[in-house]
């Protein structure tokens, strides 16, 4: 008896572990594989294919990777242009493939792991109704040849990035994955941001940039030596702005707080080079609201990490206005004129050209509205005709159609999706601030409650800004939009108390 306990007790120091004799069997098949891929492919062949692998495994234990790729490709300094394509019948982005190969991840998940429960969240049915009516609406146009196929398929395309509100909540099932997540989304946004600033100094001449890169025009008066920059991944650096904004009256910790401004420093300067004076306009109201609401502690907190940046912007400003001829000089009063141009009554009365051309798109709009109510026209269908006021002849003859572009984005929805549409994203915007505004002080983790209300803010200020930009339909937002849609839902689910001890007693 005692020899057999002996014997029992050896059992595990020679006899492998079923783990470990996969890891074996793995590397066996591995070596196997790299020998016979050797003599029959080249090379470069052999590491690509293993590289594909590798990343595949990747994927599978942290699928939210495959997220922060999604933007790289999106939103970051990458432009539509430059995305690698797969073609096979039909051509898809690199990003697509992501896309859609996280859904079917998912829904394999689903199939094959028992313990893999779909996560239900209050904003799945508005979200669904809303990609639904649209899409319903759009075939039917390509049905009646309304819209050329193509063109549906390349709307289609950039409104199925909404889709990544469900990779979120399904395949993001850890706080690890979750705060992998929004580091990776400041670290891309903090790239962007150093980027735009060598932009700004090299200048429009030189452009390291996709997207627009041009000297600025406020009030059809250029200013040829500003340079303003809109990458694609600037909509990354507004929605990192917020977040490290409402850090500081939820930190305590000095060196913190120091790094925090530092990043609010360079993004804010990000956010200047964009020109874009009506989400500035839209961002100046949202934080007075959010200052209001604040309890004295944390306004507290706030306003004197503010006056430490106000105190070194004052010494900034004495430096730049040492000499007032040079091009960072030139960059504050060339932002303070424009900004200044939403409160000059001229601006709304026939004086600047980019508003006038908004309000000719705008009746149009109505005309069209008035016309296809219900589920509207689609997406990519025109909406007006040629009209040179707004369309223009290039050096070449041909002539920039514009007829389906319109800027203010609650107008596109009701276009595109009509009012079941519009209503269907009244209702998710409506549902995610409820229960934003809710929970958000019930968030049991400093840096998250940030986090959740940096994302109503930035999402206030989308709404807002939207009368003059149509941020629902831009490839550079609709990921981002379902991802912050999404991370709300994961932080409520993960930091709540009522949650954390709903999770407690699951794992007991």
């Given at each position: 008896?005692?020899?057999?306990?002996?014997?029992?007790?050896?059992?595990?120091?020679?006899?492998?572990?079923?783990?470990?004799v996969?890891q074996?069997?793995?590397?066996?098949?591995?070596?196997?594989?790299?020998?016979?891929?050797?003599l029959?492919?080249?090379?470069?062949?052999?590491?690509?294919?293993?590289?594909?692998?590798?990343?595949?495994?990747?994927?599978?234990?942290?699928?939210?990777?495959?997220?922060?790729?999604?933007?790289?490709l999106?939103?970051?300094?990458?432009?539509?242009?430059q995305?690698?394509?797969?073609?096979?019948?039909?051509?898809?982005?690199?990003?697509?493939?992501?896309?859609?190969?996280m859904?079917?991840?998912?829904?394999?998940?689903?199939l094959?792991?028992?313990?893999?429960?779909?996560?239900?969240?209050?904003?799945?049915?508005?979200?669904?109704?809303?990609?639904?009516?649209t899409?319903?609406?759009?075939?039917?146009?390509?049905?009646?040849?309304?819209v050329?196929?193509?063109?549906a398929?390349?709307?289609?395309?950039?409104?199925?990035?909404?889709?990544?509100?469900f990779?979120?909540?399904?395949?993001?099932?850890?706080?690890?994955?979750?705060?992998?997540?929004?580091?990776?989304?400041?670290s891309l946004?903090?790239?962007?941001?150093?980027?735009?600033?060598?932009?700004?100094m090299?200048?429009?001449?030189?452009?390291?940039?996709?997207?627009?890169v041009?000297?600025?025009?406020?009030?059809?008066?250029?200013?040829?030596?500003?340079?303003?920059?809109?990458?694609?991944?600037?909509?990354t650096?507004m929605?990192?702005?917020?977040?490290?904004l409402?850090?500081?009256?939820?930190?305590?910790?000095?060196?913190?707080?120091?790094?925090?401004?530092?990043?609010?420093?360079?993004?804010?300067?990000a956010?200047?080079?964009?020109?874009?004076?009506?989400?500035?306009?839209?961002?100046?109201?949202?934080?007075a609201?959010?200052?209001?609401?604040?309890?004295?502690?944390e306004r507290?907190?706030?306003?004197?990490?503010?006056?430490?940046l106000?105190?070194?912007?004052?010494?900034?400003?004495?430096?730049?206005?040492?000499d007032?001829?040079?091009?960072?000089?030139?960059?504050?009063?060339?932002?303070?004129?424009?900004?200044?141009?939403?409160?000059?009554?001229?601006?709304?009365?026939?004086?600047?050209?980019?508003?006038?051309?908004?309000?000719?798109e705008?009746?149009?709009?109505?005309?069209?509205?008035?016309?296809?109510?219900?589920?509207?026209?689609?997406?990519?269908?025109?909406?007006?005709?040629?009209?040179?006021?707004?369309?223009?002849?290039?050096a070449?003859?041909?002539?920039?159609?514009?007829?389906?572009?319109?800027?203010?984005?609650?107008?596109?929805?009701?276009?595109?999706?009509?009012?079941?549409?519009?209503?269907s994203?009244?209702?998710l915007?409506?549902?995610?601030?409820?229960?934003?505004?809710?929970?958000?002080?019930?968030?049991?983790?400093?840096?998250?409650?940030?986090?959740v209300?940096?994302?109503l803010?930035?999402?206030?200020?989308?709404?807002i800004?939207?009368?003059?930009?149509?941020?629902?339909?831009?490839?550079?937002?609709?990921?981002?939009?379902?991802?912050?849609?999404?991370?709300?839902?994961?932080?409520?689910?993960?930091y709540?108390p009522?949650c954390?001890?709903?999770?407690?007693?699951?794992?007991?």
């Amino acid at each position: 008896m005692k020899a057999n306990r002996m014997f029992e007790r050896r059992i595990p120091r020679y006899i492998p572990s079923m783990q470990a004799v996969l890891q074996i069997l793995a590397a066996v098949i591995a070596g196997l594989a790299i020998g016979y891929g050797s003599l029959e492919y080249t090379p470069v062949a052999v590491i690509g294919i293993l590289t594909g692998f590798l990343l595949f495994f990747i994927v599978l234990k942290r699928p939210e990777t495959v997220l922060i790729g999604i933007l790289i490709l999106t939103s970051s300094i990458l432009f539509e242009d430059q995305m690698p394509r797969i073609s096979f019948g039909v051509s898809l982005h690199l990003s697509d493939i992501f896309l859609f190969g996280m859904l079917g991840l998912t829904a394999i998940r689903y199939l094959m792991e028992k313990d893999f429960t779909p996560v239900r969240t209050p904003l799945d049915v508005p979200l669904l109704i809303f990609i639904g009516v649209t899409i319903v609406s759009t075939l039917m146009a390509v049905y009646q040849s309304s819209v050329e196929a193509e063109m549906a398929r390349r709307s289609i395309r950039v409104f199925s990035y909404y889709l990544t509100f469900f990779i979120v909540t399904q395949l993001v099932r850890d706080r690890s994955q979750l705060k992998l997540l929004l580091i990776c989304i400041l670290s891309l946004a903090i790239v962007v941001a150093i980027a735009m600033v060598a932009q700004f100094m090299l200048g429009s001449s030189v452009q390291i940039l996709p997207g627009r890169v041009e000297a600025l025009v406020t009030q059809d008066a250029t200013f040829d030596d500003i340079t303003r920059i809109l990458p694609p991944g600037w909509s990354t650096v507004m929605i990192s702005f917020m977040a490290v904004l409402c850090l500081l009256a939820e930190e305590k910790s000095q060196w913190r707080v120091s790094f925090y401004l530092i990043l609010l420093l360079l993004l804010g300067l990000a956010i200047v080079l964009t020109f874009l004076r009506s989400y500035w306009g839209a961002m100046t109201g949202v934080i007075a609201f959010w200052v209001c609401i604040l309890k004295s502690g944390e306004r507290s907190r706030f306003f004197s990490a503010v006056l430490t940046l106000i105190f070194v912007g004052a010494i900034i400003l004495l430096v730049v206005f040492g000499d007032p001829e040079s091009r960072a000089a030139r960059l504050v009063y060339a932002s303070m004129d424009r900004f200044a141009t939403l409160g000059e009554a001229d601006t709304f009365q026939g004086a600047d050209s980019s508003l006038n051309w908004r309000l000719i798109e705008n009746q149009y709009a109505y005309a069209a509205i008035a016309a296809h109510p219900l589920i509207g026209l689609g997406m990519g269908t025109p909406y007006r005709p040629l009209d040179f006021r707004l369309d223009y002849r290039t050096a070449d003859g041909r002539v920039t159609n514009g007829s389906s572009f319109i800027h203010n984005g609650h107008l596109r929805i009701l276009i595109q999706s009509g009012v079941l549409g519009y209503l269907s994203l009244v209702w998710l915007s409506g549902l995610f601030l409820y229960r934003g505004f809710k929970f958000w002080r019930a968030v049991s983790h400093e840096q998250m409650k940030a986090v959740v209300m940096g994302n109503l803010l930035v999402y206030l200020v989308i709404l807002i800004s939207a009368v003059a930009n149509s941020t629902f339909m831009q490839w550079r937002w609709t990921p981002l939009l379902g991802m912050i849609f999404a991370v709300n839902e994961v932080v409520y689910r993960f930091y709540l108390p009522a949650c954390e001890a709903l999770a407690a007693d699951d794992a007991k």
